[in-house]
């Protein structure tokens, strides 16, 4: 039952982990750069064997970052309701949207085939790459890094006005945040299991009651949520920001050699994923 209160455990996005392997020190602008066209890569790939060797790369940074692995599958655990409620969803309702492929099930609207089977497997595994990959990236970049670096790819857009510093602000504050908001969700559940609330009893796949369950805190963390914001507003407010005003950064990001090799093997990866025609 304990292991239900940590849900810090279970949020590997948005943590640092300082292990200083060489994908921390790669140059933040490639590594998220690297992890977007991965990402994207992914998304777009439909064979068993591309998303094996797509989970077989996402494994390698955990590896290649001296993370341990097992951290990685922690976060996995709370989008395990979500990826067996797709999954059904998908087996049910997505048959009729293919064409071909053989028929294992069909009554009424339900149909089964081996193409629909096909989408459940690999979006369940797409899924937990991407998973991954974000938990490589942010354990890997401090929140600073990955401001500066979301600033860079953002830059060429300031030709048309776009907020490029305003936004990568509001994406990176959003990230720093997911792990916060785990710590005072874990507080408030031991406070009411303290006082005889029913948290951490029920089975993990009994998605509904343990929803059911979490509704006596959704507005205590909504409050919590408005209140730091509000400290954060003020805190920005008395260092003087100022939206829109240009800025110099402390840190000069030089690429390397290494950095552009992670480059190069990141997008052959990628086009690989993307165009190689898989047999299965």
């Given amino acids: 039952m304990a292991s239900e209160f940590e849900l810090t455990r279970h949020i590997t996005i948005g943590q640092y982990i300082p292990t200083g392997s ?51 599958l922690s976060g996995v655990k709370p989008a395990i309701p979500f990826i067996i409620i797709l999954a059904i969803l998908q087996l049910l309702f997505q048959g009729s949207a293919f064409s071909g492929g053989t028929v294992y099930f069909h009554y009424g609207f339900i149909l089964i085939t081996s193409e629909s089977i096909r989408l459940v497997i690999v979006s369940a595994v797409r899924f937990i790459e991407i998973i991954f990959l974000s938990s490589v990236l942010t354990l890997s970049t401090s ?9 860079s790819l953002l830059s060429p857009l300031k030709k048309i006005k776009f907020p490029v510093h305003e936004i990568s602000l509001i994406i990176t504050i959003a990230i720093r945040f997911v792990p916060t908001f785990a710590m005072e969700m874990e507080k408030m559940m031991k406070a009411q299991a303290s006082r005889g609330a029913d948290f951490g009893t029920g089975s993990w796949w009994r998605i509904i009651q343990r929803t ?37 950064s402390f840190s000069v990001y030089q690429v390397r050699t290494k950095d552009y090799t992670a480059l190069l093997i990141g997008i052959l990866l990628s086009i690989i994923l993307f165009f190689y025609p898989f047999p299965y």
Wanted: one cysteine or more; glycine letters at 4%; charged letters at 15%.
């Fill in 212 to 248: 059911r369950d979490m509704f006596p805190i959704i507005i205590p963390l909504f409050n919590i949520a408005f209140t730091r914001a509000e400290d954060l507003i003020l805190a920005m407010e008395s260092r003087c920001y100022t939206p829109g005003d240009e800025r110099t």
């Fill in 22 to 72: 060489f994908i921390h020190r790669l140059d933040p602008r490639v590594k998220l750069f690297v992890f977007i066209v991965l990402v994207l890569a992914i998304a777009l790939n439909t064979s068993y064997l591309g998303n094996a060797i797509g989970l077989i790369i996402s494994i390698y940074f955990f590896w290649a970052s001296k993370i341990p692995f097992s951290y990685g």
């Fill in 143 to 151: 929140i600073t890094e990955l401001t500066q670096s979301i600033q």
